[in-house]
């Protein structure tokens, strides 16, 4: 089992719709989450970062976390074109050990016009 | 505040070959962690370096290796390239060794 699950997708919505994508994960010592957006051919571009469980907004974004359930989710409201991309969920431990992040290998999102 | 930068953009070569990647972190920024991005894989963690120092290390071939400057600029190398490396490489750096990430626009590496 991997420790960072995630639909790849493709998932496509009409623009304006609600976008829900979502994240689960295995290791309790995952501390923070983070959610990247990736256009093609470009690197991850940073969108939210949580510690805590409950919901960040940022914008049209909704950053939440359920450390009981080890699930995470990212909500796109009022979805445009322009979100177009791949969403990477991110993690990171707590102490040092291995690898510090760990990533999803991403949700492709198509909102079409 | 400029952003992290690798060089070069976009790279071909060809198989027994050998590359030479770089990364410039964002400013004041002492940590630099290199991916390798295929689209069957995802991210994959490389290494990572802080102050001058390799302090993780993914499950990659000795093939790969990297090293980091005094300024905090790092550079990875991989030895007799094979058809299988051909992957965006990408480098994010943070404060320490431990805070968000921020990548750079990644290195396309194409071996033939």
């Known amino acids: 089992q991997k420790e960072v699950e995630q639909d790849p997708g493709p998932l496509s919505v009409p623009e304006g719709a609600i976008v829900s994508l979502n994240c689960t994960y295995s290791?309790?010592?995952?501390?923070?989450f983070m959610w990247y957006r990736q256009y093609s051919r470009k690197g991850p571009e940073l969108l939210m970062y949580?510690?805590?469980?409950g919901n960040k907004e940022d914008g049209r974004f909704t950053a939440q976390v359920d450390k009981s359930s080890k699930y995470i989710s990212l909500f796109i409201r009022d979805s445009q074109p322009s979100d177009s991309a791949t969403y990477l969920c991110a993690m990171r431990r707590e102490y040092n050990y291995g690898q510090n992040f760990v990533f999803g290998p991403g949700t492709r999102l198509s909102v079409l016009p | 505040k400029a952003g992290v930068t690798q060089t070069p953009r976009y790279l071909i070569k060809t198989r027994g070959q050998q590359v030479t990647l770089s990364c410039s972190p964002i400013s004041g920024h002492r940590s630099v962690s290199w991916y390798q991005q295929t689209p069957g894989q995802g991210l994959q963690f490389l290494f990572e370096y802080f102050s001058e120092t390799q302090r993780n290390k993914g499950n990659f071939p000795g093939r790969f290796s990297g090293r980091q400057f005094s300024n905090s600029r790092s550079e990875m190398n991989v030895s007799t390239l094979e058809l299988g490396d051909s992957a965006l490489y990408l480098c994010?750096?943070?404060?320490?060794?431990?805070?968000?990430?921020?990548f750079g626009p990644g290195t396309r590496l194409l071996v033939l």
């Open positions: 290791n309790s010592a995952f501390q923070y």
């Open positions: 949580t510690y805590s469980s």
């Open positions: 994010a750096s943070s404060l320490y060794s431990k805070e968000t990430q921020y």
